[in-house]
């Protein structure tokens, strides 16, 4: 090029620059949402793939089944789906045949025309399943991905959601660690299968479930001074942050540092109980709100500086069927008629704002929880007023295959009296969840339980337990 030549050869007009600018600039950010249909008034799949594509900036969903009308509606529309094996077909799909036959009935079909990106394999299955469910998830995770491979598809990842039920400590997060027996019984092989396979680690992070007055800030996302951990000294300006890194620290400790690690499910109720005054629409929209500033800011964790974290809210809609208090149907984004419950930058063209800075400040250091012991003051775990006989009946069955000592509230045991369900889910769901690490998603049992800092008595002799063990 000679000297004084244009780089271009034409002349460019302010307006033609102006334009090339804003198409070199960097694509919306984009979020995944959970696609519940537990309404009878939602409006139908190919209206909702229409909106998400054409009104939103989400780019992936999550479905809690592999519904037919859904994967229909959502090809052609390049979202990314997860797709979610019920849990009571685990234990048949560690049969190689019935495997590779539910790939040609429920995948085929769709792909590749749906952009079907993940199969989970059941849901919370070890916060939820039976034993036996427990003990096969990950077969049937190898066995549907071998089916997957014979099939000719291998762009499909095979994984499973967890609650964080799965960890025996979080606090602080350099602490974290998973529950004995299943750290190196059931999740350390799945870690090495995601490992191989280059799947995902989902977990379902609530800081909801783990909210108190006095964390406020920290659980959602607003202005604060930190949370400092003191054995690693990183400042915490989230309970997100904090949720996924002692996640992160207890893959580590299992030598599975490198797998990545997907937020599933996390979000907010806009509107509650009387007794859950934290679902309100102004936390709802902080939190969400929280999660959208920190995708789009490309912000990782403080033990994951470099990490994009796929998350998924949860969820795109108010679903009026839900069981459960007020709060379980309240957790959408959007309105059956698509009206947003509160605005967060999710639809095209909103702004997200900038996370707050923090302005560190070092915690003290907590004190030590005391051993398990008869009566005292403390946290107990309690059933909610409006759960009924059958849902209670539910959380007794659960609580006692866990390996939670249900004898009391046999025929002559200290709490059998009075003999009737709601004393014996008190007994053992409160024994689960001062067992089990004492978090307060340890007492959620589907929104069928609350926090209380006292608990009914019973026929004298009847002792509850307080305090996590040591």
């Known amino acids: ?100 036959q539910w790939v040609a009935d429920k995948i085929k079909p769709f792909y590749p025309a749906t952009k079907i990106n993940i199969i989970a394999v059941g849901n919370e299955v070890l916060h939820w399943g039976t034993p036996e469910m427990q003990n096969n998830l990950v077969a049937a995770m190898r066995t549907l991905y071998g089916a997957l491979i014979q099939s000719g598809i291998n762009n499909i990842k095979v994984s499973s959601p967890h609650s964080l039920g799965i960890m025996l400590r979080s606090d602080p997060p350099s602490m974290g660690r998973f529950r004995p027996g299943w750290d190196v019984g059931i999740l350390a092989p799945m870690l090495k299968f995601l490992r191989e396979t280059k799947g995902p680690f989902m977990v379902n992070p609530y800081p909801y479930f783990g909210y108190s007055p006095k964390n406020a800030d920290l659980a959602l996302f607003r202005p604060n001074r930190g949370y400092v951990d003191r054995f690693t000294k990183r400042t915490y300006g989230n309970m997100f942050d904090m949720l996924l890194d002692a996640v992160f620290m207890a893959m580590r400790r299992l030598g599975y540092a490198d797998v990545e690690i997907v937020a599933a499910e996390t979000g907010w109720a806009s509107a509650g109980e009387t007794y859950e005054p934290k679902c309100t629409v102004e936390n709802a929209a902080s939190y969400n709100g929280g999660l959208m500033r920190k995708y789009a800011a490309g912000a990782g964790t403080p033990l994951m500086p470099r990490a994009r974290i796929e998350t998924y809210i949860f969820a795109l809609f108010n679903e009026n069927q839900k069981p459960g208090s007020t709060a379980e149907r309240n957790f959408g984004l959007f309105r059956p008629d698509f009206s947003p419950v509160y605005s967060i930058g999710i639809m095209k063209g909103q702004p997200v704002p900038a996370l707050p800075r923090l302005r560190p400040r070092p915690q003290p250091r907590p004190k030590p929880q005391p051993r398990p012991r008869p009566g005292g003051t403390s946290k107990f775990c309690v059933p909610k007023p409006n759960a009924n006989d059958g849902q209670l009946q539910a959380n007794i069955n659960y609580v006692c295959s866990q390996g939670v000592d249900c004898h009391p509230i046999k025929p002559g045991g200290s709490c059998f009296n009075p003999n009737n369900v709601r004393a014996h889910a008190t007994y053992v769901m409160n024994a689960f969840y001062q067992t089990k690490g004492r978090h307060d998603f340890q007492c959620d049992f589907s929104g069928t339980a609350t926090i209380a800092s006292s608990i009914p008595q019973g026929n004298g002799t009847c002792k509850y337990l307080t305090a996590i063990k040591a």
């Open 1 to 100: 090029m000679s000297a004084g030549q244009s780089l271009f050869p034409i002349s460019l007009s302010p307006v033609f620059l102006l334009l090339l600018f804003l198409l070199l600039l960097p694509a919306a950010d984009s979020i995944g949402v959970n696609y519940g249909t537990m309404g009878d008034n939602l409006p139908p799949p190919a209206a909702v793939a229409q909106f998400i594509k054409e009104k939103t900036v989400i780019d992936r969903i999550k479905i809690f089944d592999v519904n037919p009308d859904i994967l229909r509606a959502f090809a052609g529309t390049g979202i990314l789906v997860t797709v979610t094996v019920p849990n009571g077909e685990i234990l048949p799909l560690t049969d190689p045949g019935y495997a590779r």
